[in-house]
């Protein structure tokens, strides 16, 4: 099936055409571009973050001297843009839309006008985000998960009136065009899928897509309705958060009878979930990726599948890990913990299946596989510290300190960002028609692994000496004082890391335009998206390489 025949026929020409384009190679590009703007925005905000903390009393260009309450509004607003606006929409939103139908035999997504409006909505959400920074009282200042009273409260601090409603509406807006998308995801893989296609000819980047799509729709539909909530109780006169008696500025606030833990239950029933909304389309890709470098089927296709339902369905059970210090009921501490732990168990499925697939392969280490082999060796790094808060007793010394800060880190950010840039490698002689640069690609592999493990492998030690998470400053806390070298530290190798992403922004641009054209499967890989001019039906499973008996090293899915 060639790409002509699946672009968008009700797409009109020109560039209103182009801009507002119902094809799905479009609306991947659109949204890739679109995550690479919030990354970069997102990146300076913990690059201010970061030399802050070292050096709290320089004044910076444009900036001037960094106050307590501007930390705490780049911290909230780092933390939304990277997770809502990168670790969601590039690997769902840029490369689910640009290569699902591709890999599944499809023309076009299941509905292109859905697609169309979930990244437009998705734009407007994040302009309405970015516009936080300019109004009256600056962005938002309680932090990416917005607890109450603090978030329900507007005279409750700076950035707690427009620039809190802003961080509302952009959110509200971004649940809306997730639930979009999720639903064409959703019924894109049920019924538009190629003759032959079954489903458990399914690439695993389907299935990862899938799954994901089906947390999304179950996960953010919970987050609007708590949002919606929480903007009554600020604007309404509600009190679902709000308890009685909350003293602001010396008076006493009107409400009576709200739950500040409401907020969190709601959240964190979001929050979790949207751990394995970012990290599962990697999970997907790395088994793709592994298989197609070492030549070798995936080792146990199955048991990867019911390993990444095992974890969406136990996704949505282990909330609770996030309130161990919220005062819970110790068995309802046990349950979250027990059911914590188990979610280990298809997690290590899934690492000794990567390790399996790779066994006496035939390894090429390409740009794209040295990224896949990052993500195996963070998400398992990030990983080892996750059993050790899932013990109360543990938590409650950790969970507020940069131990949590280097787990969710490594286990959520860096590994998800490692499969972007995997993804990314890999599928750009598809989306380009271009190469691009291995030498560069190298090195940007080495300053992104090296680096991310000096930035946060220091913070598990912060954290057990008790450094707590979201002070911005050291200065006035003599007992944090032997730990400013190691902050010192951090913040430099966070600061060569950063610079190091130049290499990659380089390699992106100037290779669109000027990198080495692309064969029509440069990779040699077995799936639809690399199969040229073919509308047979689909015959085999997405990783048949070194096939005893077969006439070739792999077999595309549409052979015979």
């Known amino acids: 099936m060639t790409d002509s025949s699946r672009t968008d026929r009700g797409t009109t020409s020109g560039i209103l055409g182009r801009i507002f384009s119902r094809d799905h190679?479009?609306?991947?590009l659109q949204y890739f571009f679109l995550s690479l703007a919030a990354?970069?925005?997102?990146?300076?905000?913990?690059?201010?973050?970061?030399?802050?903390?070292v050096w709290p009393d320089a004044s910076l260009p444009f900036f001037g001297a960094i106050k307590p309450e501007q930390y705490l509004s780049l911290l909230t607003m780092h933390g939304t843009l990277m997770i809502f606006f990168v670790l969601t929409t590039a690997p769902q939103g840029a490369f689910g839309n640009y290569c699902l139908p591709l890999q599944i035999g499809a023309r076009e997504m299941a509905?292109?006008?859905?697609?169309?409006?979930?990244?437009?909505?998705?734009?407007?959400?994040?302009?309405?985000?970015?516009?936080?920074?300019?109004?009256?009282?600056?962005?938002?200042?309680?932090?990416?998960?917005?607890?109450?009273?603090?978030?329900?409260?507007?005279?409750?601090?700076?950035?707690?009136?427009?620039?809190?409603?802003?961080?509302?509406?952009?959110?509200?807006?971004?649940?809306f065009a997730s639930v979009l998308g999720s639903i064409n995801f959703i019924v894109t893989v049920l019924d538009r899928r190629a003759p032959g296609m079954t489903m458990m000819r399914l690439p695993l980047t389907v299935w990862a897509w899938f799954i994901t799509a089906i947390l999304s729709l179950l996960a953010f539909t919970v987050l609007h309705a708590a949002i919606v909530l929480l903007f009554m109780d600020r604007h309404a006169g509600t009190s679902f958060f709000i308890p009685e008696g909350v003293v602001v500025n010396g008076s006493v606030l009107q409400h009576s009878g709200g739950s500040p833990l409401l907020w969190q239950h709601l959240f964190w029933f979001?929050?979790?979930?949207?751990?394995?909304?970012?990290?599962?389309?990697?999970?997907?890709?790395?088994s793709h990726l592994l298989s197609t470098f070492a030549r070798k089927p995936v080792f146990g296709y199955r048991a990867m599948v019911y390993a990444m339902m095992a974890i969406g369905a136990l996704g949505f059970m282990v909330w609770g890990h996030h309130m161990f210090v919220s005062g819970m009921n110790p068995f309802a501490a046990f349950a979250f913990s027990v059911l914590t732990m188990v979610i280990g168990v298809p997690s290590a499925i899934k690492t000794f299946n990567w390790l399996g697939t790779l066994w006496r392969g035939s390894i090429r280490l390409t740009v794209p596989m040295m990224f896949a082999i990052g993500f195996v060796s963070v998400f398992v790094t990030g990983g080892l510290s996750g059993p050790i808060l899932a013990q109360p007793a543990l938590d409650t010394y950790l969970h507020d300190t940069y131990f949590v800060v280097a787990h969710f880190h490594l286990i959520m950010g860096v590994a998800a960002v490692i499969a972007i840039f995997a993804a990314t490698y890999f599928w750009f002689p598809k989306m380009f028609g271009r190469h691009m640069n291995s030498t560069l690609g190298y090195?940007?592999?080495?300053?992104?692994?090296?680096?991310?493990?000096?930035?946060?492998?220091?913070?598990?030690?912060?954290?057990?000496?008790?450094?707590?998470r979201r002070y911005s400053q050291l200065t006035e806390v003599h007992y944090l004082q032997p730990l400013l070298p190691l902050q010192r530290f951090i913040t430099w190798a966070a600061l060569v890391t950063i610079a190091g992403q130049v290499i990659f922004l380089f390699n992106l641009f100037w290779s669109i335009w000027r990198g080495r054209t692309a064969e029509p499967n440069p990779?040699?890989?077995?799936?639809?998206?690399?199969?040229?001019?073919?509308?047979?039906?689909?015959?085999?499973?997405?990783?048949?390489?070194?096939?005893?008996?077969?006439?070739a090293e792999f077999l595309m899915q549409q052979e015979e």
Request: hydrophobic residues 55%; proline residues 8%.
């Open 111 to 175: 509905f292109p006008r859905l697609n169309m409006l979930s990244f437009w909505f998705t734009v407007l959400a994040f302009l309405v985000l970015l516009s936080a920074f300019v109004v009256s009282g600056g962005a938002p200042i309680s932090g990416w998960t917005h607890y109450p009273p603090l978030s329900a409260v507007a005279s409750a601090g700076p950035g707690q009136g427009m620039g809190m409603d802003l961080w509302i509406a952009s959110i509200g807006l971004f649940c």
């Open 25 to 28: 190679k479009v609306i991947g």
């Open 443 to 468: 090195a940007h592999f080495w300053f992104t692994f090296v680096g991310a493990y000096a930035v946060f492998l220091p913070m598990h030690f912060l954290g057990m000496a008790g450094h707590p």
């Open 523 to 551: 990779w040699e890989a077995t799936t639809l998206e690399w199969s040229q001019g073919q509308d047979s039906p689909v015959m085999r499973g997405p990783y048949e390489f070194n096939v005893p008996g077969a006439k």
């Open 39 to 53: 990354a970069l925005v997102g990146v300076a905000l913990s690059a201010l973050m970061r030399f802050h903390l």
């Open 270 to 286: 979001f929050g979790h979930p949207e751990v394995y909304i970012a990290i599962l389309p990697g999970m997907g890709l790395t």
